[in-house]
């Protein structure tokens, strides 16, 4: 089945579940095998919306938006800590009636999948983590984290968005109509960042999110003894970048399969590139 087949879409169920004091609001859509598609920042359920219909076409899809995001809450003052994110996504399953699910991670999401992995493995069939910002597992994580302490003064002395920007540079994540910004497009839009539209979310990745996801340092040997089968990924475009290099290097520390994905850090939400992804996600899911 297909992105265009899939018009109407099967039914889905919402189901809002209590946890350490917000409330977490999923989607669960078809029948079959369950898997659960954890999204990225600033994503939420929306994010697997081209993916989550056709997937379900043989499979039970869970969706969710993380604590903070979407439909669910998030309380002040927010935090965020991957230990708490990845017992959210272990609540969602026990509410929705599911044991095992396999999991597939996006960006953010696939370290939280990575936790889960290491944590949480009783709950975890199979693990597809793609693009994870574990940049503490490169040869040159420190300059890595030289910079990314530099983004972070930025953002409380020069303000969240022209950190952002400086963020989006650094990582060369797509963000600039499918592209990443080059120093001369920041550098002209840096003056004016303040008004900067579609950049709501950065005052709370920048100030309070940026550091535990790049600081993050997953037990490798831990989850590798937990005996979790797991797959790494990277888009096409991605894989001299710094979240392609993690999926590699942590693919060879793993000894696990690689899979290399159409596209950049965030193509399953491109039309045009939907229905080869999925077909990749699908080889990715079989290879586990």
Same mark, same amino acid.
């Given at each position: 089945m297909t992105i265009q087949d899939t018009a109407a879409g099967p039914a889905v169920r919402t189901g809002r579940v209590a946890? %350490?004091?917000?409330?977490?609001?999923?989607?669960? =859509?078809?029948?079959? %095998?369950?898997?659960?598609? !954890?999204?990225?920042?600033?994503?939420?359920?929306?994010?697997?919306? !081209?993916?989550?219909?056709? !997937?379900?076409?043989?499979?039970?899809?869970?969706?969710?938006?993380?604590?903070?995001?979407? =439909?669910?809450?998030? =309380? %002040?003052? =927010?935090?965020? %800590?991957?230990?708490?994110?990845a017992r959210d996504v272990v609540a969602v399953l026990q509410d929705a009636g599911i044991d095992r699910a396999l999991v597939f991670g996006n960006s953010a999401g696939a370290e939280v999948g990575l936790e889960l992995a290491k944590n949480h493995p009783e709950v975890v069939a199979g693990l597809v983590a793609h693009e994870p910002p574990v940049i503490r597992v490169l040869g040159d994580a420190h300059d890595f984290e030289a910079r990314i302490a530099e983004i972070y003064r930025t953002a409380w002395v020069e303000g969240p968005k022209p950190a952002m920007l400086d963020f989006l540079l650094l990582t060369q994540l797509p963000f600039n109509a499918g592209k990443p910004f080059t120093q001369a497009e920041v550098d002209a839009i840096r003056p004016n960042a303040a008004g900067l539209p579609g950049f709501d979310f950065a005052d709370f990745y920048v100030k309070y999110q940026m550091l535990p996801l790049t600081s993050y340092a997953p037990d490798l040997a831990a989850i590798g003894d937990q005996g979790v089968p797991v797959v790494l990924g990277a888009g096409e475009q991605s894989l001299d970048l710094p979240f392609g290099r993690t999926s590699l290097r942590i693919a060879e520390i793993l000894g696990r399969p690689f899979v290399t994905f159409p596209g950049h850090h965030g193509s399953h939400t491109d039309p045009a590139t939907a229905d080869a992804w999925l077909a990749t996600l699908r080889r990715a899911l079989a290879a586990l």
């Open positions: 946890v %350490e004091g917000d409330a977490i609001v999923y989607d669960v =859509r078809g029948t079959g %095998e369950p898997i659960i598609l !954890l999204p990225g920042t600033p994503g939420d359920a929306s994010a697997y919306a !081209l993916i989550a219909d056709p !997937l379900a076409a043989d499979r039970t899809v869970i969706t969710y938006d993380p604590r903070g995001f979407g =439909r669910s809450t998030g =309380r %002040e003052p =927010r935090r965020y %800590e991957i230990g708490q994110q």
